[in-house]
């Protein structure tokens, strides 16, 4: 068969010869899109292990451990095993000597003169951090600071030379598929190098600020703080955790994303410390039955469930209200709301906008400090006379004296306390129980069963299927939409 070059006809109309040409175009341009879209797997990551190494490093942490003091059984006096526990424990020696406790892990250097990141459970409780670099040299690192919450820590070296570092890539451009690849000291092993993809992205495990990609790239004990690198060769998350069965890597790792990093490394670097924003209210997620309870017309944003003390309700701030933007942002749930107000400078007055009652107001609000504020004390209210009723399947009574006590609530805490409840109740179902506080039904305080029954029949009069009411469990509270046809 002859081969053919592609000519465009001389003989046809130039109108027809302009559409032939365009459409020649349109087809170089759409293989060329496919063969960039079908990237196949690189030939080799060997020159991009070769120009990183130099930057990871192998951590190494001493750690004094205090002498056990024996066994430590509690054998009651005259017990017939008495005489041979303390025979036991008298062979273990009375003045055994602390011993010291050592722990492998991985970091990468971020600056030429000396910054180097790891995992903050690679280096906790370290009496003493040496750090062996890829070129066989050692030496001893301190502490600059240490963020808990994304397990990052911030370490410093003196060296005579400038270092070899790398940098911060952007984790939010990285794509499911991406190819990735991991470096640290598996094991004790030593330098390592692996590969994978991206697996998924926004992973969330127990943190409040968690943000991390998995990847199929083999991550084992040992690997905790070392890089995960794209293919430019830029740090775009720091691995951090594994899950398997077995403790060995099953194909699913997670690295903490570098936009998460690097803020938590730069506040670490000039402070020594986080500084984190703090809006100083509790929120909950918007489920289905809540919207519908308020007259929402999605589940997007958080719903304010309480405001104490602070900026919040300096501000203006209502428990109830429904943030719906944050300092021109749309907030979609309670997780991107904690996260960008996180990650807000302290002291700054930002715009937030809020749901409340069916119309949209905008807040100014002065951030505190996170650091500074957690564990504040929400304030207390009245005390109202008992009268038990059954109500909504449950036994609801105001909140008396000695039950204040017993449930650990603030002196003139008021609200309805749930005696007992049905368990074929949806309010069951939905996972109330003896002891829970109702505080607030329709978003209107509650401190008597008449208070709560004129709630119902305000919902019904307005056609609500269901009634928001605001719970309180050990001082913590949430939002529970209940039926009331």
Do not use: C
Request: net charge negative.
């Amino acid at each position: 068969m002859r081969s053919q070059a592609i000519a465009v006809p001389e003989a046809r109309p130039a109108a027809l010869r302009l559409l032939w040409v365009l459409m020649l175009g349109f087809a170089l341009a759409l293989a060329q899109a496919g063969i960039a879209f079908g990237r196949a797997a690189p030939e080799s990551f060997a020159d991009l292990a070769e120009k990183v190494s130099p930057a990871v490093v192998n951590i190494t942490t001493s750690t004094t451990v205090a002498a056990p003091t024996g066994p430590g059984f509690d054998v009651p006096e005259g017990s017939p095993f008495e005489d041979f526990f303390r025979d036991f424990q008298n062979r273990q020696g009375p003045d055994q000597a602390p011993r010291r406790s050592n722990a492998l892990g991985s970091g990468f250097v971020i600056s030429e003169d000396g910054y180097i990141v790891t995992n903050n459970h690679v280096i906790e409780g370290a009496d003493e951090i040496e750090i062996e670099f890829f070129s066989g040299e050692r030496l001893d690192a301190k502490l600059i600071g240490t963020d808990p919450k994304t397990d990052i820590a911030l370490l410093k070296v003196e060296s005579d030379e400038p270092l070899t570092f790398v940098s911060f890539g952007n984790s939010d451009l990285m794509r499911v598929g991406d190819w990735v690849m991991a470096m640290g000291n598996p094991l004790g092993q030593g330098f390592s190098v692996s590969a994978g993809i991206v697996s998924a992205r926004n992973r969330e495990l127990s943190g409040t600020y968690d943000d991390y990609i998995q990847t199929d790239a083999a991550i084992n004990r040992g690997n905790s703080g070392g890089p995960l690198f794209n293919m430019d060769g830029d740090v775009i998350g720091v691995n951090t955790a594994i899950l398997s069965p077995n403790g060995g890597s099953i194909g699913i790792g997670f690295s903490m994303a570098s936009n998460v990093v690097t803020k938590v490394v730069n506040q670490l670097r000039e402070y020594g410390e986080t500084r984190r924003g703090w809006l100083g209210v509790r929120i909950q997620d918007i489920t289905p039955d809540v919207a519908e309870a308020m007259g929402l017309g999605d589940t997007r944003g958080a719903l304010v469930t309480d405001v104490p003390e602070g900026p919040a309700a300096d501000g203006g701030m209502k428990s109830g209200d429904v943030i719906t933007a944050f300092d021109g942002v749309e907030i979609e749930d309670t997780r991107e709301l904690v996260r960008r107000v996180g990650d807000t400078e302290v002291g700054r007055t930002v715009p937030v906008v809020v749901m409340r009652e069916g119309e949209t107001e905008t807040l100014e609000i002065t951030l505190g400090r996170r650091e500074l504020a957690e564990g504040e004390a929400v304030p207390a209210a009245a005390q109202m006379e008992p009268a038990e009723k059954d109500i909504l399947g449950m036994t609801l009574g105001p909140v008396t004296d000695k039950e204040i006590g017993e449930l650990n609530l603030a002196p003139g805490t008021e609200g309805l306390v749930v005696k007992s409840i049905d368990e074929t109740s949806e309010a069951f179902d939905k996972g109330l129980q003896p002891g829970d506080l109702i505080t607030e039904a329709g978003q209107q305080k509650v401190a008597t069963v008449a208070d709560l029954e004129a709630r119902i029949e305000e919902a019904k009069d307005a056609g609500r299927k269901s009634l928001l009411l605001l719970i309180r469990r050990g001082g913590e509270p949430r939002f529970v939409a209940l039926g009331i046809e």
